[in-house]
């Protein structure tokens, strides 16, 4: 089973998988491996890492030397293809600051001008193709943040429910990092992270100084291989009843080959040294012949019976614009939380009037992202230092975790949850911006003396980004808009958005921190600190860290999945990406949507087996 | 993807500056009144990323032999040569400012007005000055007129306009050449190499940093 197109479907899969990042990649990877027949849908194109990623291309070849463009928001070589804060022919629909009307998001015009911003690639692997890479987990406190401050939503289930899954997801993608012990901050199992890179000049310097203002600076988690992954002991760990899935993964595993500290992953990795789905998890499970993938399939609605079960999912060959039907004994959503959300409404039925699974009303809701806010610094310290290779893994090699917990549990802080704090700088391949603006420390120089200015101040600079959590609430939903459709006829999404004063006292603290560790640190900041949290906060979506939206739940009044993922209105139907989130904490989420996903389709399977679904 | 952190501070405090900029008339007069927009297409979202580009490539260029004399020559006031590398023009500078200047986005299309009329100005300061064409006139006579423009917020209000735009022909300039093998070689740019491993800061700039 492979790449099919859409004439050559089998009569009927066991499971269909909607969508192909990080929640599509990891279902299908675990229904695969237990011998499952899955046919996976993807709405952009077919997209190979190995072949297609420009490793080492440099600036200096690359249209406008790799700036920023509305075409390529975070630079020419950025691997996102098909989308990116746009898709072309599928608008959503937000709000300008000061006006009431709804207006499409513009394809230029981003950034705080509208109240929502939604990131969506149209390729086989989505946004994990050009991701962060970060990977932290959640702590005991994330799932449970009302139990502990009063506010938001508990999860159904415990950090100890989702701990064996931590492992097992970060030995499958590779995962390099270090076990500190730090509060609400988890160890992984011994063995399973593995070893961090050195840290940078500036990332020590950083380290010194915040532990004289009690901050910690640890080392980051990164989907990284620092090293080859032990591809004897871990695919008999992860499949132990498979012999099949052992030698998939095995295989797979030694064509990963280990970081050479060398071109950004945001590029995607042909050496397959980062998770990226296309690499990680698509290739084992097709290798097991339980496959299907369907490029180019934008599904629109989730089918469903006279007795209310899901039997398929029809979706538009975009190729040929045609119309599809297929079928399944399960259907599962991995499309990202707004777009599955955007399926459930839009799949409307006598049996379910208000959208599919959507008997609590609660599909839409609960839209989260995460707080982010950033400042700069120029740090003398760094001036003129001896030229050396600070590239390494290209992120952050070290970052601060929240640390003050016990503060806000005294209740001595304005503000109830915690930030984990970003860095970086140093001696990065030059940009066309690089030196864009340095008037304010040369004087205005040029000739002879600036050349001489920028060698002095190349490396030297440093930025700080505060990543923190948002707290659900009710003015923070996505809908379907009563008017718009897209160009496959599918309605499309508009987005309430907004901050409360929560993350907007947040977002002034980070501020506050921020201009602290670059003034101990010696230096200046190169803004003043927005110490006005409105205006310190990015808007929502800018993160990309958008989840919620189809929240689970011990109550189907309130929710709309069990803690299974499961519909409690529809059995044989699974939303497994960040759409189940009931709290967003300040670890970005991508690992979670994979430990999650994984624990999820372990009960799918479970179910199937007794015969439940 | 949450963007990730890198040093592109003094960008956005460029871009904080143009757009301080923006908000004055004469600024404004410039941008609306530089240039035709470019018809132009982008290189859209789905571009082949293993290619070579080139200037003129994807969206004709726009200086005319004229402009580009006067542009090449700005460049070589902005980086010149030294012991360490080489001047602007011998890396081309002018063409990467053509093509942004010639692209069709908005950031470009505003930057276009303010580049071709600051050429413009250029020339009649020049002219009117040492009647000569920028091109021609000696070292000395090209820093008399670049020293009442190098920092706007000291330029005099009559050369504030002009200031900004040498701020933003400097940031191009900056651009075209730090982003090239000859710039990453002058300011120490050494990675994008694979390595085994990755050893982390020699004794030397930890020594340099304070941290041995």
């Known amino acids: ?613 | 993807m949450n963007p990730i952190p890198t040093n592109r501070l003094p960008r956005r405090q460029a871009l904080k500056w143009m757009l301080a900029a923006s908000a004055t008339i004469s600024m404004l007069d410039w941008r609306s009144f530089g240039a035709p927009a470019v018809p132009a297409k982008g290189y859209g979202l789905d571009a082949n990323l293993l290619e070579t580009y080139n200037p003129g490539d994807l969206w004709p260029l726009t200086l005319t032999e004229a402009q580009r004399r006067t542009a090449t020559a700005l460049c070589d006031v902005i980086i010149p040569a030294d012991s360490k590398s080489p001047a602007a023009s011998e890396l081309h500078v002018v063409d990467f400012i053509d093509e942004w200047i010639s692209a069709p986005y908005p950031e470009q299309q505003a930057h276009r007005g303010i580049i071709l009329k600051g050429l413009d100005w250029m020339e009649t300061e020049s002219a009117k000055r040492f009647k000569k064409t920028f091109a021609e006139l000696t070292g000395q006579e090209q820093h008399a007129i670049c020293d009442a423009i190098c920092f706007a917020p000291k330029a005099e209000p009559e050369f504030r306009t002009a200031a900004n735009f040498f701020a933003l022909f400097r940031n191009l300039t900056t651009g075209g050449f730090y982003t090239t093998p000859a710039g990453w070689k002058d300011i120490g740019y050494v990675g994008n190499v694979a390595l085994q491993k990755f050893d982390g800061p020699p004794p030397e700039v930890l020594k340099h940093v304070g941290l041995m």
């Open chain 1, 1 to 613: 089973m492979p790449f099919i197109p859409s004439t050559k479907t089998q009569t009927k899969y066991d499971v269909i998988v909607v969508g192909s990042g990080a929640a599509g990649g990891q279902t299908a990877y675990v229904l695969a491996a237990a011998g499952v027949k899955v046919l996976m849908l993807e709405a952009g194109r077919r997209y190979d890492p190995v072949s297609e990623t420009p490793m080492f291309s440099t600036n200096h070849h690359a249209p406008l030397r790799g700036s920023p463009t509305p075409d390529k928001p975070f630079g020419f070589f950025d691997a996102t293809v098909g989308g990116g804060w746009r898709v072309p022919g599928e608008p959503y629909v937000t709000k300008r600051p000061g006006s009431d009307a709804w207006v499409e998001a513009s394809a230029t015009d981003v950034g705080a001008r509208q109240n929502f911003m939604w990131w969506r690639p149209r390729m086989l692997g989505g946004r994990t193709n050009h991701w962060g890479r970060f990977s932290f987990r959640m702590g005991e406190y994330d799932f449970k943040p009302r139990s502990r401050d009063g506010l938001g939503i508990d999860w159904p289930f415990d950090y100890k429910d989702l701990a064996p899954y931590y492992d097992k997801v970060e030995r499958l993608i590779g995962v390099f990092g270090s076990n500190e012990g730090l509060e609400n901050t988890p160890n992984s199992s011994p063995g399973v992270l593995l070893p961090p890179p050195k840290p940078r000049a500036y990332e020590l310097l950083a380290k010194k100084v915040c532990a004289k203002i009690g901050i910690p600076v640890i080392p980051s988690h990164v989907a990284i291989l620092s090293q080859q992954q032990d591809h004897q002991h871990i695919p008999k760990m992860l499949h132990p009843d498979s012999p099949a899935m052992q030698k998939a993964l095995a295989d797979n595993m030694q064509t990963r080959l280990a970081c050479m500290w060398a071109t950004h992953c945001v590029r995607g990795c042909a050496i397959k040294a980062n998770y990226q789905s296309t690499t990680v998890h698509i290739p084992p499970a097709l290798a097991t012949g339980n496959l299907d993938i369907i490029t180019d399939a934008m599904v629109r609605e989730v089918s469903v019976d006279d007795t209310g079960r899901a039997t398929g999912v029809y979706y538009v060959d975009k190729k040929t614009r045609a119309d599809f039907h297929v079928k399944a004994r399960v259907v599962v959503l991995a499309a990202s939380g707004c777009e599955s959300a955007r399926i459930l409404l839009n799949s409307k039925s006598a049996h379910f009037a208000n959208g599919l699974a959507n008997s609590s009303g609660k599909v839409g809701r609960y839209l989260m992202d995460t707080v982010g806010s950033g400042l700069g610094g120029q740090i003398p310290a760094l001036e003129n230092a001896p030229v050396h290779n600070e590239d390494g893994a290209m992120t952050m090699h070290m970052y601060m975790p929240w640390w003050k917990y016990k503060e806000q549990a005294a209740g001595k802080m304005d503000f109830p949850r915690g930030y984990h704090i970003e860095f970086g700088g140093g001696r990065g391949m030059p940009e066309a911006g690089t030196f864009f603006g340095m008037e304010g420390f040369t004087g205005g120089s040029y000739g002879k003396k600036m050349k001489e200015d920028l060698r002095r101040y190349y490396g030297s600079f440093v930025y700080f980004a505060g990543r923190g959590e948002m707290i659900p609430n009710d003015d923070s939903y996505c809908e379907i808009d009563a008017e718009k459709n897209d160009a496959w006829g599918i309605p499309v999404l508009r987005f309430h958005w907004k901050w409360s004063e929560h993350e907007e006292r947040q977002a002034a603290h980070m501020q506050k921190t921020f201009a602290e560790i670059i003034e101990s640190m010696g230096g200046r900041v190169t803004s003043p600190p927005q110490l006005d949290g409105k205006q310190a906060i990015l808007p929502g979506g800018f993160i990309i860290h958008e989840v919620g939206t189809t929240c689970m739940g011990s109550d189907p009044k309130n929710s709309v999945l069990n803690q299974f993922c499961q519909a409690w209105d529809v059995k044989n139907l699974f939303v497994t990406d960040g759409g189940p989130f009931v709290s967003n904490a300040d670890k970005n989420p991508t690992l979670t949507i994979m430990a999650n996903a994984w624990r999820a389709t372990d009960h799918l399977l479970e179910e199937m087996r007794k015969g439940n679904i």
